[in-house]
């Protein structure tokens, strides 16, 4: 494991939670990529000068996190990182790729089908407007990320599958010459089905994060409307908050 770890003795932050921090950082930035090895815990408190019971506690915390695994005659190991997406108008393809996650798309289903009630409220179309359902699985290092069911408008866009496993919608609206200028979204959380389960690779009642999301274009025309699922082991929102003055 070649990386620059360091701990302040004069920062009141714990010396445990300090070296925590900056493994996680080299995780989530694919320095210590999925099937790394974390090293011996006796050189690790000894390159930084640490007690084996600090160390120890920094890597169980990320244990704990499901970061790391201890593995008997392996050692410790990295398992994934956990995406952090931020709270902006951005494709989890994107996301992903940007963050080193190396982004993956299975196209599990892309048609054309009349719009239900839920749709066109979303759309702001008549019910039984014929609307695209693009339906993906997102992986991330081969690992299922998110369960995606996007509807949008028939006549806006008309992508290939090769295209949908390759690159992000919000990328694909963009080069159609769609302006996205803002969206409405709701994030909320419930426990995986027996089918959801299995195309997410959880176990049945594993928590899972909901997304709906209604987006705009610059015209206030709503060009699209998704509702995805995401494995809450492998993801968590960031949102910034701003005290009113």
Do not use: C, W
């Amino acid at each position: 494991m070649d990386l620059q770890l360091s701990v302040d003795r004069g920062s009141p932050v714990p010396l445990y939670f300090q070296l925590s921090q900056q493994l996680e950082s080299a995780i989530e930035r694919g320095r210590l990529a999925p099937g790394s090895l974390l090293g011996n815990e006796i050189d690790l408190a000894g390159r930084l000068g640490l007690s084996r019971p600090t160390v120890r506690q920094a890597i169980q915390s990320l244990v704990d996190k499901g970061l790391l695994v201890r593995r008997r005659g392996i050692g410790t190991q990295v398992v994934h990182s956990q995406v952090k997406r931020p709270m902006e108008l951005s494709s989890l393809y994107d996301d992903l790729e940007a963050a080193g996650q190396r982004p993956a798309t299975q196209v599990l289903r892309q048609d054309v089908e009349e719009a239900t009630a839920e749709v066109a409220a979303a759309l702001a179309v008549p019910e039984g407007t014929e609307v695209l359902l693009v339906e993906r699985l997102r992986l991330a290092h081969g690992e299922p990320m998110a369960h995606m069911r996007n509807h949008l408008p028939a006549d806006l866009i008309s992508p290939k599958a090769a295209e949908l496993e390759t690159t992000g919608l919000y990328r694909l609206l963009r080069g159609a010459g769609v302006t996205l200028h803002s969206a409405r979204q709701t994030v909320g959380a419930r426990v995986a089905d027996a089918a959801e389960a299995q195309l997410l690779a959880e176990d049945e009642g594993a928590p899972l994060l909901t997304m709906q999301r209604t987006t705009y274009d610059d015209t206030g025309r709503a060009v699209e409307y998704g509702s995805h699922l995401y494995r809450a082991s492998r993801y968590s929102f960031d949102f910034q908050l701003l005290v009113r003055p």
